[in-house]
């Protein structure tokens, strides 16, 4: 058989997967190309004035599909990367000045600081279970069968339970609010949304999986800081044989017809390829790659519009916290008119909620002794032509960010900064070409696109197919590794490359 050139374009966390997953086929000659000077995509990291910025991801989970991408190659991935669990999961603190801690049984939550009834953990338990259930119609569906639309899953479904056993109906709002009743733990339960960067008043009810999740399958800190899982994959790439080549920008390509033959690199070099896998999402590669019309375009843009992206706020400070944990959120006094600025009104709203990570919680090498690494996290919309920020938007949005942490217990946050590294939607978009900066991919919304991403075949091109946060089954890192490893079920079943 002939071996066929396989081109990868992007190392994110998808053309990593898929490139290790395609690997393992020798008939596979698999060329990695990735535009910046590191792999991992948005998992990056930063040093400066002694302190370590992990400026992407900050929470694992579902680790068992990234161990798979070892296991299939008879290695083990503790050999390669080591993780921990978190505890608590999370810090949750309220503007009344509550404090409840998201722990990892459920039943520790009865003691302080987060003094739930027994009724309100009972109510909890009841919603994991509506959770699992929605966990289990999604493994069935999209994760184990690769449901990539809805008439999918009616394939691999019972249609008389399908609008049952997914809760078609309600948004993940509804979902909360019909079984939760204290309002503490239904903002908490809502911003589990954050694993995919959209609304829970706008995004389907499947979605109340995501807590299910976090407790089956633990919560997970990557021992020397996040970005060693992206060098652990980088090593078995290099243990693999797998060519890779960094800072080497794919800037268009060469077709015949429904065939690409050629991937053009910037220098105007090529790589000839039978197949192309697409760590670069949807839009952008067609924007920017094949170039396609923009009538073609417009029905994605529609539809598969991008997620929210981030104010990341990385502050290197010379004092501790105690009253921080490892994950931590600070609420909005009205998280639906925040979401709404986010996904509607497209506005910096000046009270976030903010998602707060202190590594050195568990990690003290992060930074000097008696310091603390913090990141700033605040959702906030996408770029947009229309209504542009300006760096004065962004510096008062900035200092409201500031003022609301200081006033929330992190006395002195301003004055004991020592370093800091600020990224932007522009600087999202200009490090990872993701669309309109944004960080999660595609939104996840009931009206639009019932939580469903793009295919990952191509509709355009028999042999381009796509990875990542913009395709099915979705965004944050689990989701991103299972599409790579997905999408090599879906180019065996490619009758026209296989024959080739």
């Known amino acids: 058989m002939k071996q066929k050139t396989i081109g990868v374009i992007g190392g994110g966390l998808g053309g990593l997967s898929a490139a290790i997953s395609l690997a393992h086929n020798p008939a596979h000659k698999v060329i990695l190309l990735e535009k910046n000077a590191h792999l991992g995509g948005k998992l990056n990291v930063v040093s400066k004035d002694g302190f370590t910025f992990d400026l992407g991801p900050s929470i694992l989970t579902m680790p068992h599909l ?59 338990r009841g919603f994991l279970r509506y959770s699992q259930q929605l966990y289990q119609f999604s493994d069935q569906t999209y994760f184990q069968n690769q449901s990539e639309k809805t008439l999918d899953v009616l394939k691999y479904y019972n249609p008389l339970k399908i609008l049952r056993d997914c809760d078609f109906f309600s948004t993940m709002d509804d979902g909360v609010r019909k079984r939760i009743h204290n309002p503490y733990l239904i903002d908490i339960l809502n911003y589990f949304a954050k694993y995919v960067g959209s609304s829970p008043y706008d995004a389907p009810a499947i979605l109340n999986l995501l807590p299910y999740i976090q407790w089956e399958f633990d919560l997970w800190y990557v021992q020397g800081g996040m970005y060693n899982l992206a060098r652990g994959l980088e090593r078995l790439i290099h243990d693999l044989g797998i060519e890779v080549r960094k800072d080497t920008e794919v800037t268009e390509m060469q077709r015949e017809g429904d065939v690409i033959t050629a991937l053009v690199l910037q220098d105007g070099s090529k790589v000839v390829v039978d ?30 519009g991008p997620a929210c992206s981030g104010f990341a706020l990385h502050l290197g400070v010379n004092r501790q916290y105690d009253i921080l944990r490892h994950h931590n959120f600070f609420y909005s006094k009205n998280p639906q008119k925040q979401f709404h600025s986010i996904f509607h009104a497209k506005t910096l709203y000046d009270d976030p909620c903010i998602y707060l990570v202190a590594p050195m919680k568990t990690d003290p090498a992060q930074g000097p002794e008696g310091c603390e690494v913090i990141k700033i996290l605040p959702h906030i919309p996408v770029l947009d032509k229309d209504t542009p920020f300006t760096d004065h938007d962004y510096a008062q949005y900035k200092e409201a960010v500031l003022s609301k942490l200081e006033r929330m217990g992190l006395e002195g946050l301003r004055a004991s900064i020592v370093t ?10 200009a490090h990872y070409y993701s669309n309109q900066g944004a960080i999660y991919g595609i939104v996840s919304d009931k009206k639009k696109n019932k939580g469903f991403k793009t295919p990952k075949h191509s509709a355009f091109y028999h042999n381009l197919y796509f990875v990542g946060g913009s395709v099915n089954p979705g965004g944050g890192m689990p989701m991103v590794v299972l599409s790579g490893q997905q999408v090599v079920d879906q180019i065996y079943q490619n009758k026209r490359f296989m024959a080739l």
């Open 66 to 124: 990234f161990e798979q991408l070892f296991a299939m190659h008879n290695r083990k991935m503790a050999d390669y990367v080591a993780i921990e669990p978190v505890r608590p999961h999370w810090r949750n603190f309220f503007e009344d000045g509550k404090i409840v801690d998201l722990t990892a049984d459920p039943g520790e939550m009865t003691g302080e600081p987060s003094c739930l009834t027994d009724e309100e953990v009972e109510e909890l």
């Open 275 to 304: 197949l192309v896998v697409s760590n670069m999402e949807v839009i952008p590669f067609y924007e920017r790659i094949s170039r396609e019309p923009n009538a073609r375009i417009e029905p994605y843009r529609k539809k598969y």
């Open 420 to 429: 800091e590294e600020l990224w932007t939607p522009a600087t999202i978009q």
